[in-house]
């Protein structure tokens, strides 16, 4: 059926609300019938701020929806359903139960593959009891498929930066009028920290409709301290251990969690649950050390293999930071795998790489007809300043890094989510 579904059209991106609407109609409205909703936006962010605000939710008892996009492995990754023993992934014949009401209900009209798969999310969803949905855009916000909830509990805007610009604009000012267009009259919104075009942005439409904002470093701040994450308002001071997951801009990440769940849970958020919430928190590909698998076979004993799904100008600088904080720490040569689409500006996502890399390996991405190249990303690389050397894929690369070292080294795969679930499928 996904097959089917993915040859739909239009095919290439249309943003607009009026097909959605249109199909939710036709099903009775489902997203009347959800559960209270986080609605988030943003560039950079999304899903950690949602895996560490799920954790919180679970640790208080509560049963959590989830709607995250795109997905690593499997298409099921993407509608998360609260159960009796947990949130789990869509089992599959429900999954194609929901995708065929909402084809059926489609009747052949106009509407793309994340339309109809929002549409049978929001099927699910309605019918599966919840005490949460968090609900991530798919892209923008104003016009994104999923904004289409009324009246959500609350909004969340991550912080913002040029992507997609054939799509949401090529200006911080631009895109950040787009992802916008989530906040909602009368209900509170979540800001983390933004350049400062974007949150003048934002500060205009919250005015503009009623909503009220709580802005990172104005309204709350998350910082490390001594080894602790410390979380602070005017009103309150509080002490947690670091995320579980790595980079100092989960810290910020789980800040604003934080600050969400605050909102939403008031006096009953207890010290438990955001303890349990920051270290038990999981979205993999997000500076994720791989665990013993089938890709360890191809580097020396002691490597360590790292992925991340970043992808843009800002991910490049996150991840970049991180590794700069791992070196200090634990000091080994750092070689790069590197695919990426050619949608993105590959030029801006490897420039902060300069001084921290001994070599990248550039490697094509499986099926994937829009991505580089290995030659185009190397010819990029060497641009950069950059000792570069074209893989045929993921082992190759691994087997040339462990080729041209003497010692256990940190190899970091990235570039692309894409790439990140294809490199998860050959670990196993």
């Known amino acids: 059926m996904l097959e089917r579904l993915k040859k739909l059209h239009p095919q290439s991106i249309d943003l607009s609300l009026g097909r959605i609407e249109r199909l939710l109609a036709a099903l009775g409205h489902p997203e009347e019938k959800l559960p209270p909703v986080v609605h988030v936006a943003g560039t950079n962010g999304k899903g950690s701020f949602l895996a560490f605000l799920r954790a ?196 910020d990440n789980a800040g604003n969690s934080i600050a969400a769940a605050a909102i939403m849970f008031g006096e009953a958020l207890n010290l438990r649950a955001l303890e349990h919430g920051l270290t038990h928190a999981q979205w993999p590909a997000r500076l994720e050390r791989l665990a013993a698998g089938a890709l360890h076979a191809y580097v020396a004993d002691g490597t360590e293999i790292w992925l991340d799904g970043g992808h843009n100008a800002a991910g490049g600088q996150v991840i970049a930071h991180a590794l700069a904080e791992l070196d200090e720490r634990v000091p080994r040569p750092v070689h790069l795998v590197w695919g990426m689409m050619e949608t993105k500006d590959a030029h801006a996502f490897i420039a902060p790489f300069k001084g921290l890399v001994e070599r990248i390996y550039t490697v094509p991405i499986p099926d994937e007809p ?53 490199v998860l499928k050959l670990h196993g």
């Open 370 to 422: 829009n991505a580089f190249s290995a030659r185009e990303l190397a010819a990029i690389a060497r641009t950069e300043g950059f000792d570069v050397v074209e893989a045929d894929g993921i082992p190759d690369a691994l087997t040339r890094s462990r080729l041209s070292l003497k010692e256990p080294a940190r190899v970091l795969i990235c570039g692309s989510l894409y790439l990140a679930g294809h």
């Open 56 to 251: 919180i939710a679970e640790a208080m008892g509560k049963g959590v929806h989830v709607y995250t996009s795109p997905h690593l492995v499997d298409f099921h990754e993407r509608v998360v359903l609260a159960g009796p023993h947990g949130a789990s992934p869509i089992s599959e014949d429900y999954l194609v139960d929901c995708l065929a009401r909402a084809e059926a209900a489609n009747g052949g009209e106009l509407i793309t593959l994340f339309e109809i798969t929002t549409a049978a999310a929001f099927l699910a969803f309605s019918e599966t009891p919840a005490d949460l949905l968090l609900l991530e855009t798919g892209l923008g916000g104003r016009l994104d498929a999923t904004n289409v909830v009324a009246k959500p509990l609350l909004t969340a805007i991550t912080p913002i930066s040029i992507d997609h610009v054939s799509f949401l604009g090529d200006t911080i000012a631009a895109i950040a009028g787009e992802k916008a267009g989530i906040l909602k009259p009368g209900v509170a919104c979540v800001v983390g920290r933004q350049e400062r075009e974007a949150l003048e942005v934002i500060e205009r439409r919250a005015a503009e409709i009623g909503a009220p904002l709580h802005v990172a470093g104005r309204d709350f701040d998350a910082f490390e301290q001594q080894g602790r994450l410390v979380f602070q308002t005017d009103s309150r001071l509080i002490d947690l251990p670091l995320p579980r997951l790595k980079g100092r801009h989960q810290i």
